[in-house]
């Protein structure tokens, strides 16, 4: 969408809602807002060298990688919960498949793991 006035007025309020919300929780420093922690989600996602980052782009050598360098960073969590396991099936490509495959064939107890984070409502 190009501009605001392209989009329905039930969007533009729902965005300003969304916005104002995120602006106001910055200005208050609450830490625990789900607005602050799907932004470190994202923030997490962008950093380079990390698993996160291998998991966003579908690297698999970086992957490979990362979890020969420490083996426990299959179990990290994210700002929401998340574990690398979690972000691999949610992106859902082929390679992303083949990614996750690797974990769970190399590390079996990710399988079961759930979000832990307060934010998920699922």
Same mark, same amino acid.
């Given at each position: 969408m190009?501009s605001? *006035?392209d #989009?329905?007025p039930?969007v533009?309020?729902?965005?300003s809602?969304? &916005?104002?919300?995120?602006? *106001?929780?910055k200005? @208050?420093? *609450? #830490?625990t807002?789900?607005a602050?922690a799907?932004?470190? *989600?994202?923030e997490?996602?962008?950093?380079?060298g990390?698993?996160?980052?291998a998991?966003l782009?579908?690297d698999? #050598?970086?992957?490979?990688r990362?979890?020969?360098e420490?083996?426990? &960073?299959?179990?990290?969590?994210?700002?929401?919960g #998340?574990?690398?396991i979690?972000?691999l099936?949610l992106y859902?490509?082929?390679?992303h498949l083949?990614?996750?495959?690797? &974990?769970?064939t190399?590390f079996?107890h990710t399988? @079961?793991q759930?979000?832990?984070?307060a934010?998920?409502?699922?």
């Open positions: 190009g605001d *006035q #989009e329905p039930a533009q309020s729902i965005w809602r969304l &916005i104002l919300n995120v602006r *106001q929780t200005d @208050t420093g *609450q #830490e807002s789900e602050d799907v932004e470190r *989600q994202t997490n996602s962008r950093r380079g990390t698993i996160w980052q998991a782009k579908a698999f #050598e970086s992957l490979k990362l979890i020969a420490d083996p426990k &960073i299959v179990d990290s969590r994210g700002a929401v #998340e574990c690398p979690h972000m099936f859902g490509s082929e390679v083949q990614m996750a495959r690797y &974990i769970i190399n079996p399988i @079961t759930i979000y832990n984070g934010v998920n409502k699922n």
